[in-house]
């Protein structure tokens, strides 16, 4: 009896050698698909797994004196954080392109992605060639559903915190007096919202939504122009 309890005891101790083979397995392929990116990714990526999600505020940004802002090795390490975050963010930015498949050499894109002191700034361009709604409506077209799920997708993955801006431009026409512009912007808004959460976005990520109308075009553009028919969500890292 006790030499088949043995045998029972060593019959175990493959499953162990198992599980380290295929952990170190996994470590190798992590390691070398990381080595494959660009050094812009490997830079965010190293100083993600040091301080993930360190907020880029308007007080880090630029290099301050050390009588007011301390030491120099903190004023170095604000720097280094700094660039850190501008990496995370430009890579965050990069990988949205690539996900949509945006050309950014083109005037035309139905996105627009910047990268801003909180985060990142995503409009979605409500194009006549490339719609994110059906006209006049609240309705999002496959393109629109497509996008916010690519956002969605982002926004899960990096924990990211959310502003939804709906905007038209001015002098668009809707068909009922009873449902005007105000209505169409915020129904939109919460269109963008909704389908977010479907997409596994927790609620508690969502910060605000809001609807505009036409009173914020665009600068440096007509107020008519059909770039201001728009959603921005703007992603906080913070």
């Known amino acids: 009896m006790s030499k088949k309890g043995g045998g029972g005891s060593h019959g175990g101790a493959w499953k162990v050698a198992y599980a380290d ?23 965010a990526t190293s100083q993600y797994f040091k301080k993930p999600f360190t907020a880029l505020t308007d007080r880090s940004v630029g290099v301050m004196t050390g009588k007011d802002g301390g030491s120099q090795g903190e004023d170095k390490n604000r720097e280094t954080a700094t660039a850190a975050n501008l990496a995370f963010l430009n890579a965050l930015a990069k990988e949205l ?15 627009d ?42 926004i899960d993955r990096n924990r990211l915190h959310v502003i939804i801006d709906g905007h038209v431009a001015a002098g668009t026409v809707m068909p009922t007096k009873e449902y005007g512009l105000w209505e169409l912007t915020a129904d939109r808004a919460n269109t963008a919202r909704r389908l977010l959460e479907v997409y596994a976005v927790s609620s508690d990520k969502i910060e605000r939504v809001a609807g505009y109308a036409a009173t914020r075009p665009l600068p440096h553009l007509p107020p008519t122009s059909e770039s201001n028919q728009r959603l921005t969500v703007s992603l906080a890292v913070n």
């Open 21 to 43: 083979f295929v952990t170190a397995m996994m470590a190798l392929f992590m390691v070398l698909w990381i080595t494959s990116q660009d050094k812009e990714i490997l830079f």
């Open 97 to 111: 392109n690539r996900m949509l498949n945006v050309n950014d050499v083109s005037q035309e894109n139905p996105v």
């Open 113 to 154: 992605v910047e990268v801003t002191s909180d985060g990142l700034k995503v409009t979605l361009y409500d194009r006549n060639k490339q719609p994110l709604f059906e006209k006049n409506t609240a309705n999002l077209t496959p393109w629109g559903k497509f996008a916010l799920q690519t956002l969605a997708w982002l």
